[in-house]
Structures are given as structure tokens and as C-alpha cells.
């Protein structure tokens, strides 16, 4: 296993209402981790937890070798030597950019360092500007010059994008992703956006309510979520109610092989991503009027037609993203099944459909609420 | 309302040169020299205290900061030339104190005397730190508490943080504070005369009250309007800066752990503050005011200090200040609205004018100009009460302002849109929305106008005397269990002042000077 | 209640008459004495006559100041000051009307203005008193010239030269010593540190807590003091043969031109020199009453014992604005 660069054992914080942990985390040197969640997950607590201003109520936090945080143990902020860059980036507005990012240097050897890190970050000429004075992407550039000064052992970044314009993400993104392979820093970043994680990110940690539900590279959480919390958080996942019946699992979309071995009659979440749903369209008329929606094959719908499931039923919503287009469609035991389709497919509204699965082994997780 | 500041500098740069002469050596120098000793001292005192005070209660975990956060605000309540008399009776040689030595050990100790510049400045630091207080606290609250995280997470440690981070973050409330102070301790006439401190305001009463001659009181004067029209430019240009620092945050900073002893001296200052502040003022008035009905007087016939007399006073107090309350915030209605909704303000800068001077060049300006062109107002309540509304109309004009911009103008034009006249939506939407801080704009000018003291004295018509003009009077003889009741009823009256300060720790209370 | 009724109900309490606030008598008058010192007489004189009186006091020199500018109409009826030099200014200025009784002229001549502008009341003498428990009898100056050595540094005090018995002191100095002499002195008053205060109640209660050793005073302050059991003496300067003598002031009264209550402030002015009232000056306030056989109040030096400076009251007024100009270039709080 390789070297923990930084290690939180069994961290846990209350801050009033809110509970963080207990959890532990690990992230080895180099490491680019993202920490992902809904916001009121305690994202931020654990950034701060790292840094210092918080004090873990039980649990260790370690970095580099040393004890930071512990019940004997207490390092402050500013020897720990983390640099942060918070999430409106706190620039000083009183000092330039210059006095900004040498604020953490000392005296002598500042100005060789401010135009290197000017340059590194591609601010050259910004150096005698007020913060008031930048843009957004400008100002999130010095607020990570600033933090990058010290040569911090670990670089925290709280939603480092969440303040920049849509279209402006994408470039800072891969800017971002560049300058830390480059300096090879071991950073952890916070943020909402799964896209942003699973591009920058070699691993990413899903939190849900203070609890560390999952910690993996962005692959394995797609593929193999640990919960039903990060299947539902990390792209569609749909999730159909079954019932174990002898070696498989009977759902409204047929017959799923069972993986293993559980008592019969056992009730199930299955998951199948959007893109593993396909879609025939039935000869039906695309608009019917009478009053109850077409629920023609009551009778069948629940039925095992094969090893391969299928159900039928009626498109209720289409959105369109990037070249495909999401759809979901009812089907007749009322549950919603989206399908991820090419966009020029063509399935209107309130059309008849057949759904089919295309994997035969899904994931499990035991139902809502229990 | 800029007229008597306009009047006054007409007077005073019209005057002879040879006069100009003769004064700048024998008075100006040594006014300016003791004016501004005074305004710099003070300002850095309440500085220093204000900051402080402010940090204590916001920023540790001082015992009892709840309370003492308001309370150290309260000092306002008390008109700040009370605070200066009472002292002196109270320090001042054969006061108090030195009697209360006697009685107590028998031999007659002397106190260092309280009169003169460092009395002077330990008053008006009492009376003034307030004002920085209040804007440093709110500056404090408004503080990013990222920035002091940031400069930790850098490696700076406290101290580094403290003088390289907070306080230049605090520099534009401080500045502005400051320089209120300064400007303020130019106007205070009550404070400095009753320590028999010699400034420009004193000068220039003396010279109204003991001289047919009145141009050498205006070129006084206009050496005074100079001084703090310099003061207030600089406060303007200060304050416009520091506005884009701010940033309101939901995370609250970690408070700073006192040690014990630390805690013991905390608790020592403050302390200290609230007792001369607060404590000896309304304990030394309540003594006189006993020893007044234990021992009554006989001269006290003489003084008008029966109720019936009170109650004359405290009558054109209240009628003089309400009317100039009613009166300012009528005027100021138009001019603000016109400011906030066509965003045209030079009218309201030259109304504000008159803040900047202090009463004794307003009863000045005033009279020279009645006299001149409206002869039969000359000394009636009436000139009494304009030179209240031009004093303090400021604070009218800031309360509508600030009322009126939180009234969305689309508001008004949902209303137009239904079919109402201006008339109608100022009545039905916008004076209901506005009546809170019209309200307390209203309470600000009429407390402010039941303190005031050196216009009223110049100004007062025959037999109109208010609380201050009463008190002061029987103070400024020595007669101070005369003074004890118009006093207290004053502080009673001033009660409300706490309330305000209360909703909206309001930098702009003044102390009555 | 809306609004409207609001607003209507705040005009209404504008537009209250401001006669309410202000209560004026039948007869109005200005006075630069200290209140306590005049409001019994007051008191006596409405008492006997049943005429109401409404009083301003306050400093002499603003409230002449006031009847100048509130000329041909005044308010006030009648104007009491400290000093003849007031009055007589006033007089100059043509804001006074001449009245003469049989009673007023029981009162010498010299406290009077020939023509009945203005009339002496009460006298004083212009004295130095001292806190015993600070000075030994040796140490005693003996002239107000002394004053000026360094060995007083810091222990004087006096009333602010806005004082009308302060002004008339120092025009009398100038008359008898010349300007330049004057000036000189009051300079070296000045670099000596004196004290000046709002009033001479103040200067001598600090002389009477020792607060400073010495204070100049018209002579019955000290009798005021004295009376409220302060250790304090009391020095009549320059009393040899070749000195200046003390400057005798007087306290006076004038009828105001173009005044509303003529008969009124004239039954007052006729009070102000009978028996009575001068018999309250004496007793109340240690003065010297101007009405011959009205004894002067025990323990008071009596008129005729002290030597005086050679001048006449009158000639005070002419030179006022002389002196003012004087102490504006000296610089004398």
C-alpha cells in the first residue's frame, strides 16, 4: 500500500445540529482527491477539519506523519503548513495582487516567488491590481497563487468553480487539472458537481449527511456504488422494486439473474443505468384520448417473458442533453424507467413503448427505508 | 440651511486684514494649537478605547459581553457636558471625593485637578469613544472571517493577522469614526468650557456673549469651519472606500479565549468605561438631588428649582425639540425623496451643511441673519427652533434616505401602474414602509435637539429657559444640587435614545454638546 | 388614526402659539447680574406693586448687544448691569431714555448719569481676596501690580474678560496708567498663568476651597464667601499715598428707549433707589447702598475709608471699545 499522506482515523465533529463522521479517509502523496456531495453534507467541515479550524470531537487527523489532530494533539492553522483556497477565494481587498500572494512569505525572498507563481498561473502584469479589480477566474488564479506560496504539503480547495461563470468552468477546469499535475500537490477538493469530480479527480469520496458513503476512482462509483445513495447521486440510475423468486429477481421489467444467494421472497432495489434501458416503439397511436392512459396489457405486464426483462410503457418526458436525449417512460406498474437515447431517435410523447434491459447482472441494494 | 455656513465665512473673510493680523498671533495660534491637541488626543484615545471595547465584546469570550455590548453604548444617554459637570463636582477640588476623603480619614487631601487638557480629554474620550465603538463592532460583525482564515492557513500567526489583516479591514470604519470624533470634539463647546479648556468653540462664545464687535468672533469662526470642513472632506473620501471590503458571511469567527488574568483586566476596562460613563454621572446626579430636598436651599426659590419651574423647562424643552423634530423631517421629506429617486444628491450634501458646524456658529450665523432681513424672529422660539432644524437636520435627512432606499421604486410603480396619484402611493405604499425610519429619524433630531446646549444659550428668547440652559447655568455657579433635577429629568428624556440605539447601534447619535 | 389626522394633529401642535411657551410680563427686563442677586429685590418690587416681571438674565455685554440690535422695538423695558461703563455705552448709542424723579435724585450725583439715562444702585469696590489657610498676612500684595510677578504664577484667579466688571477694572487702568502700561501689565498677567472663570461666583468659591491663593473680585464676594464659611480674606491693593486707589463701581439701571412699559420700568427704577431695595443690596448682597442713610451691612469697609481711583463713571462707557480692542490683542480668555 502506498505511503498516507494525509489520514483522518475515525474522525468525528459536532458542530451543533450538524454531525460530521465518524469516518476515516485516506489520501496518499500526489493524490488529487475530490470530495462530492449534496451541499449540507459537510464537504467544507472535512476541508476545515484538515485545516484547522475545526476540532474533531473524537478521531485522529494526520498529515505527513505527524499528528495534527487528536485528543492530545493540536496543531494550529498556520503551522500545518495546508494551503486553502476558500470558496469566494477571501482575497485581502486591501492589498494588491502582489501583497496577496506574498502574504504568507517572508520578506526576502518574496519577489522572485510572486512573479513565479504570477507566471505559473498566467497572471503576468496583475501583480500591482487591487482584487475588486479582477474577474472571477482571475481572482480564483491568485487566491491559488496565494495558497501555492508556501508550499503547502496539501492544497485544499473549497468549489473552486462554484463562483465562476458556466462557460467559464470548463477551460478553469482543465487549467486547474494541468498546473497540479505539474506540481504533482497533494490536493483535495470540495464540490457539488459530479462532472467537475470525475474530470479533475483520481479518486472521489461521496459524501451523504456528514457519512463517507463511498471513496474510489470515479469508474468503480459509476460502475460498482457502494450505495443506493451514490447510484442515485452519481449519474440516473434507475431503480426497480423486486422480489426474490427462486434464482432471480422478479421487477416490472422481467426477470434479473440473481447474483447471490438470498432468502426467497426477500424485497430488492435493482439498479440499471439509463443507457443500459432500451427502447422499442409499439404500433400504437401516439395520442390517445379516452380519459384512462392506455394500460392495455394489465393483464401480462407483470408476466416473465424470457431471460432477458421486459415491460411496456408510455413516454412521459424527454430532455435532451448534449447529443442524447433522456427519456422517461412509465410503465404499467406506475414505476418510471429512464432511458439514455441517441438524439435523433425518435419517441414522442405519450407514445407506446417496449422497455428492454441490456445487462443481466444488475446491482442490488436492499430497499428504501430498510 | 448652508446659509449660516455661507454667512458666517462671508463674515469672517470680509473682516479687515490688519484684524487678521492682530488676531492670528495673540488668539488663533494658540486656539488652533489647543483645538487641535485636543481633537488628535481624544481621537486617538477613543480610537484606541473604541477598538478595544468593540473587540472584547465581539471577538472574546468576555463575561457578560450580551449585556455589555449594549450597555457600552449607553454612556450616550447622558449629554455629554453632564458627564463633564458632574465629574467636576465629583473630582473637581472641594468636590466630592476630597470631601467624602475628609470625612472619611479626617485630613484634607488633595486631588490632582480634573480641569484643564487632560480632564478635557478623559471627558470626551468617555463621551466619543461610543462612536467608534459602534462602527468597529459593526465592522467587526461585517468582517469576512475567511480573510483571517486565509492569512492562518498561510502561516500568520495571531498577532501578524491582527495588525496585517483586521485592523486595515477596520481602517475605513475606524478612519470614519475617527475622524467623527475629531470633528466632534472641534464642535463641543459644554465639555471643554466646563473644564476650562480654552478651544475655538469657547473662544468664539465668548467673544458673541462679552463683545459689541462681533468680526472677530467670525474670523474665529471661520478658522473653525476650515478646520472641520477639512475634517469632513477627508471622512467623505474615507468612507466611500472602505464601502467593497465588506462582505457579509453566515460563519461566525471562533471566539478568543481569555486567560484569567487577561478576563480580570477586560473585565477591569469595561468596568471603568461604564463607571465614569455611566455610573458616576447618574450616581452624582441622584446625590445632588437628594442633598437638594434633605438640605433644601433657601436660595433655591432663586434658582427656579420648584416643580412648577421644572415643569416649565422640561415644557419648552419638549416643545422646542418636538417641533424641530416635526419641522427638519417635513423638510427633509422632498429633498431626500428627490435624492434617493432621481439620484440627484448636491441638495442634500448643502443641507447637510449645518452638521458640520458646531452650535456656537450657528447661533452666531443665525442671528446676524434674522437680525439683518427677518427682524421680528429675532430671539423668539422660533429662530430657537430653525437653528435646531438646521443643526440637525442631517440625521432627518439620513433617516428618510435610508428608509427610502429600502422602498423598491418599482413598489411605486406597481402603484402608478393600478391607477393611483403620487399623492395616493406616497400616503398608501411608500410613507407606511418608510414610517419606521421616519420614526426613528424623528426621535434622533428631537433627542438631539432636548441636549443641545450652546445655540439655546445664545439663542434662547427672554424667559425661555430649557433642562440645559437651567442646569447649566446653576452648574456653571456652583449651584449643583440646583442643577440635580432639570438633570436627572433630562437623562429621563433621554431614555428613548436607548432603544434606538438598540435597533440600529446607530453611529450617528450625537451626545448633545 | 391615519395619517392625515396625524399630520393635522402635529401642525396643530406646531402652530401652538408660542406666546404659551413664553410667558412675558408687564415688564420686561434684561439683567446681567447673577440671578441670585437680583431675583429678590424682584420679588419685593412685585410684591409692593403687583406688576408682573419677566427676567432675562444673562451676560451683560450679549444682552446690550441685544437691545442695540433690537432697536426702535425693543423687548425689554429696562436693563440692570454690573458696570456704569455698560450703561453708558448704551447711552452713547442713543438705546436709552432719561428719567429723573425726586427719589432718583437722592442718589449722588456721581453714581448717576447727569442726564438720567442710567442710575447707580448698588456700589463696589474692586478688591483682591485670598484664602487664608494658603497666605500668611506677610505674604500679601499690597497692589494689583504686584500681580503680575512670577511669584503668583498659576495661583490667580479672576472672571473672563467678558465680564463687564473686568472690562470697567481695565478701562479704569488704562485712564489712570495709560494703554501701553495696561497692555504690558495684562500680558504679564497672562504669562503669569491667571485663571480666568465664567463668573465671579466661581472665582470665589475656588479662592474658598483654595484652589487658588489669590482672586480678583468686586468686594462682596468675599463677603459671600465669607458668609459661607470659607477662610478667606480680603485686600483693598494700592491704598498708599501715592497709589491708585481701588476702582468704585456701580450697579445700575436704565430705561430702555422706545420702551413698551415706560410707567411700569419707571416705578421700578423709582424702587431700585428707595430705602427698601437698597436696603436688600446691603443686607443681601454686602453692597454699598448709594441712597445716603442707608447703613452699609456690618463687617463691610465703608465707602468713605477707602481710597478710590480718580475717575468718573461716565468716562467708563466712551472708552468700552477701546478696552475690548485692548484685551482682543492681548488674547485674555
Known amino acids: ?370 | 440651511m448652508a446659509l449660516p455656513l455661507i454667512v458666517t465665512l462671508w463674515r469672517g473673510l470680509s473682516t479687515e486684514f490688519s484684524l487678521w493680523a492682530t488676531l492670528w498671533q495673540a488668539r488663533v495660534l494658540p486656539l488652533l494649537g489647543n483645538s487641535l491637541a485636543l481633537a488628535g488626543a481624544v481621537t486617538l484615545g477613543s480610537l484606541v478605547l473604541g477598538v478595544l471595547l468593540a473587540w472584547l465584546v465581539e471577538r472574546t469570550d468576555l463575561p457578560g459581553r450580551k449585556i455589555f455590548g449594549p450597555l457600552l453604548v449607553a454612556t450616550l444617554v447622558i449629554p455629554c457636558y453632564l458627564i463633564a459637570i458632574w465629574h467636576v463636582s465629583f473630582w473637581g477640588p472641594g468636590g466630592l471625593l476630597e470631601r467624602a476623603l475628609a470625612a472619611l480619614l479626617g485630613a484634607s487631601i488633595k486631588v490632582p485637578t480634573i480641569y484643564g487638557f487632560v480632564g478635557a480629554w478623559l471627558i470626551l474620550v468617555i463621551a466619543t469613544y461610543p462612536y467608534v465603538y459602534t462602527l468597529a463592532r459593526a465592522a467587526l460583525r461585517s468582517l469576512d472571517p475567511q480573510l483571517e482564515e486565509a492569512a492562518r492557513s498561510l502561516g500568520a500567526h495571531k498577532l501578524k493577522i491582527f495588525f496585517k489583516v483586521t485592523l486595515p479591514l477596520l481602517a475605513p470604519a475606524l478612519a470614519a469614526g475617527g475622524l467623527l470624533t475629531a470633528v466632534y470634539v472641534l464642535s463641543d463647546y459644554g465639555v471643554v468650557a466646563t473644564l476650562r479648556y480654552e478651544t475655538f468653540t469657547t473662544a468664539i462664545y465668548k467673544q458673541l456673549a462679552g463683545r459689541y464687535d462681533q468680526a472677530p468672533a467670525a474670523l474665529l469662526s471661520t478658522v473653525l469651519i476650515a478646520l472641520t470642513v477639512i475634517l469632513l472632506v477627508i471622512q467623505q473620501r474615507l468612507w466611500g472606500r472602505g464601502r467593497h471590503y465588506y462582505k457579509a458571511s453566515q460563519r461566525a469567527l471562533p471566539l478568543v479565549r481569555l486567560s484569567v488574568w487577561g478576563r480580570g483586566a477586560a473585565m477591569g476596562l469595561v468596568g471603568l468605561v461604564l463607571f465614569f460613563g455611566l455610573i458616576l454621572p447618574s450616581g452624582v446626579s441622584l446625590y445632588w438631588w437628594l442633598e437638594s430636598i434633605a438640605r433644601p436651599n433657601p436660595a433655591a426659590a432663586l434658582w427656579g428649582s420648584s416643580l412648577a419651574d421644572l415643569l416649565r423647562y422640561a415644557g419648552n424643552s419638549l416643545f422646542s425639540a418636538a417641533t424641530a423634530a416635526t419641522l427638519a423631517l417635513v423638510l427633509a421629506w422632498p429633498i431626500a425623496y428627490r435624492a434617493v429617486r432621481y439620484e440627484q444628491h448636491g441638495l442634500t450634501r448643502l443641507a447637510q451643511a449645518g452638521q458640520a458646524l458646531p452650535g456656537v456658529l450657528i447661533a452666531l450665523a443665525l442671528a446676524l441673519l434674522l437680525h439683518r432681513f427677518v427682524p421680528s424672529l429675532y430671539f423668539t422660539i422660533w429662530a430657537l427652533i430653525f437653528a435646531y432644524v438646521i443643526r440637525f437636520f442631517s440625521h432627518a435627512l439620513q433617516a428618510v434616505e435610508s428608509g427610502l432606499a429600502r422602498v423598491p421604486v418599482r413598489l411605486e410603480e406597481a402603484a402608478r401602474s393600478l391607477g393611483r396619484s403620487t399623492v395616493s402611493i406616497w400616503r398608501r405604499v411608500t410613507f407606511p414602509l418608510v414610517a419606521p425610519s421616519v420614526a426613528a429619524g424623528w426621535t434622533l433630531v428631537f433627542l438631539n435637539a432636548l441636549r443641545e446646549l450652546p445655540a439655546t444659550l445664545l439663542l434662547r428668547p427672554p424667559g425661555f429657559d430649557t433642562l440645559p440652559v437651567r442646569l447649566w447655568i446653576a452648574a456653571g455657579e456652583g449651584f449643583y444640587a440646583q442643577a440635580a433635577a432639570p438633570a436627572l429629568v433630562l437623562i429621563i428624556l433621554s431614555l428613548p435614545m436607548l432603544y434606538l440605539l438598540r435597533v440600529g447601534d446607530r453611529p450617528e447619535v450625537r451626545h448633545g454638546d | 388614526m391615519s395619517w392625515l389626522k396625524k399630520l393635522a394633529l402635529v401642525t396643530a401642535f406646531v402652530l401652538v402659539p408660542t406666546t404659551l411657551a413664553q410667558p412675558w410680563g408687564e415688564l420686561v427686563i434684561y439683567s446681567g447680574r447673577s440671578e441670585p442677586l437680583i431675583v429678590p429685590v424682584i420679588q419685593l418690587f412685585q410684591q409692593q406693586t403687583g406688576i408682573r416681571v419677566t427676567l432675562q438674565s444673562g451676560a451683560a455685554t450679549a444682552l446690550a448687544n441685544l437691545i442695540l440690535q433690537e432697536q426702535p422695538n425693543p423687548r425689554a423695558d429696562l436693563f440692570i448691569a454690573n458696570d456704569a461703563g455698560t450703561l453708558e455705552f448704551l447711552k452713547l448709542k442713543d438705546a436709552l431714555q432719561p428719567y429723573i424723579s425726586e427719589q432718583i435724585r437722592k442718589i449722588p450725583e456721581q453714581f448717576r448719569a447727569r442726564d438720567g439715562s442710567w442710575l447707580g444702585v448698588s456700589g463696589r469696590s474692586r478688591v483682591i481676596m485670598y484664602n487664608t489657610k494658603l497666605l500668611r498676612p506677610e505674604e500679601l500684595p499690597k497692589s494689583v501690580f504686584e500681580l503680575g510677578d512670577p511669584r503668583w504664577k498659576g495661583k490667580i484667579a479672576m472672571a473672563t474678560t467678558r465680564n463687564e466688571s473686568v472690562i470697567a477694572w481695565m478701562t479704569a487702568l488704562r485712564l489712570v496708567k495709560g494703554d501701553a502700561f495696561t497692555k504690558e501689565y495684562l500680558l504679564k498677567l497672562k504669562a503669569n498663568g491667571i485663571v480666568t472663570l465664567n463668573g465671579h461666583t466661581d472665582v470665589r468659591k475656588a479662592v474658598g476651597r483654595g484652589e487658588f491663593a489669590l482672586g480678583l473680585v468686586n468686594h462682596y464676594y468675599y463677603h459671600l464667601e465669607l458668609r459661607d464659611g470659607s477662610p478667606v480674606g480680603v485686600i483693598y491693593p494700592d491704598q498708599g499715598p501715592t497709589d491708585t486707589g481701588v476702582l468704585v463701581n456701580v450697579a445700575g439701571a436704565a430705561l430702555i428707549k422706545n420702551a413698551k412699559h415706560v410707567r411700569e420700568a419707571q416705578r421700578f427704577l423709582d424702587f431700585l433707589a428707595a430705602p427698601e431695595a437698597q436696603k436688600l443690596f446691603a443686607e443681601l448682597n454686602f453692597e454699598y447702598p448709594l441712597l445716603p442713610g442707608v447703613p452699609t451691612a456690618p463687617g463691610v469697609r465703608a465707602l468713605e475709608t477707602i481710597k478710590r481711583m480718580p475717575i468718573r463713571l461716565d468716562e467708563l462707557g466712551k472708552e468700552l471699545e477701546k478696552t475690548l480692542k485692548l484685551l482682543d490683542e492681548v488674547g485674555l480668555g
Not at chain 1, 66 to 73: C, L, P, Q, R
Not at chain 1, 228 to 236: L, Y
Open chain 1, 1 to 370: 500500500m502506498a505511503t498516507d499522506f494525509v489520514e483522518l482515523r475515525g474522525v468525528r465533529v459536532r458542530l451543533g445540529q450538524f454531525e460530521l463522521g465518524p469516518f476515516s479517509l485516506s489520501v496518499k502523496k500526489g493524490e488529487l482527491v475530490a470530495v462530492l456531495g449534496p451541499s449540507g453534507s459537510g464537504k467544507t467541515t472535512l476541508l476545515r477539519l484538515i485545516a484547522g479550524f475545526e476540532r474533531p470531537n473524537e478521531g485522529s487527523i494526520v498529515i505527513d506523519g505527524h499528528v495534527v489532530a487528536d485528543m492530545t494533539h493540536w496543531v494550529e492553522p498556520e503551522d500545518r503548513g495546508v494551503g486553502m483556497v476558500f470558496q469566494d477565494y477571501a482575497l485581502f481587498p486591501h492589498l494588491t495582487v502582489a501583497q496577496n500572494i506574498a502574504f504568507g512569505l517572508n520578506k526576502g525572498d518574496s519577489c522572485a516567488r510572486v512573479s513565479e507563481l504570477l507566471k505559473l498561473v498566467g497572471l503576468d502584469g496583475f501583480a500591482g491590481r487591487y482584487p475588486h479589480e479582477l474577474s472571477g477566474g482571475e481572482q480564483q488564479r491568485v487566491a491559488l497563487a496565494r495558497s501555492l506560496a508556501t508550499n503547502p504539503k496539501v492544497l485544499l480547495l473549497d468549489e473552486p468553480f462554484s463562483n465562476l461563470d458556466a462557460d467559464l468552468r470548463p477551460k478553469m477546469r482543465a487549467e486547474l487539472k494541468l498546473l497540479l499535475q505539474r506540481l504533482n500537490c497533494t490536493t483535495i477538493f470540495v464540490t457539488h458537481d459530479q462532472e467537475e469530480a470525475f474530470e479533475l479527480a483520481d479518486r472521489v469520496a461521496v459524501l451523504k449527511a456528514g457519512r463517507l458513503e463511498q471513496i474510489d476512482t470515479p469508474e468503480n462509483l459509476y460502475r460498482a456504488p457502494a450505495t443506493r445513495f451514490v447510484a442515485e447521486f452519481i449519474g440516473h440510475a434507475n431503480l426497480l422494486k423486486g422480489r426474490v423468486r427462486g434464482s432471480c429477481i422478479e421487477t416490472a421489467l422481467g426477470c434479473f439473474i440473481l447474483t447471490r444467494p438470498l432468502p426467497e421472497g426477500t424485497l430488492v432495489d435493482v439498479m440499471v443505468r439509463p443507457e443500459e434501458v432500451e427502447l422499442e416503439a409499439l404500433a400504437t397511436p401516439p395520442f390517445s384520448p379516452s380519459p384512462p392512459a392506455p394500460l392495455p396489457s394489465e393483464g401480462e405486464g407483470a408476466g416473465v417473458r424470457g431471460p432477458k426483462g421486459k415491460g411496456e410503457g408510455l413516454v412521459v418526458a424527454r430532455r435532451y442533453r448534449g447529443g442524447m436525449q433522456l427519456i422517461t417512460v412509465r410503465l404499467t406498474t406506475g414505476e418510471a424507467v429512464r432511458s439514455l437515447q441517441p438524439a435523433g431517435t425518435h419517441f414522442p410523447l405519450a407514445s407506446k413503448v417496449r422497455v428492454r434491459v441490456k445487462t443481466d447482472a444488475p446491482l442490488i441494494f436492499p430497499p428504501e427505508g430498510l
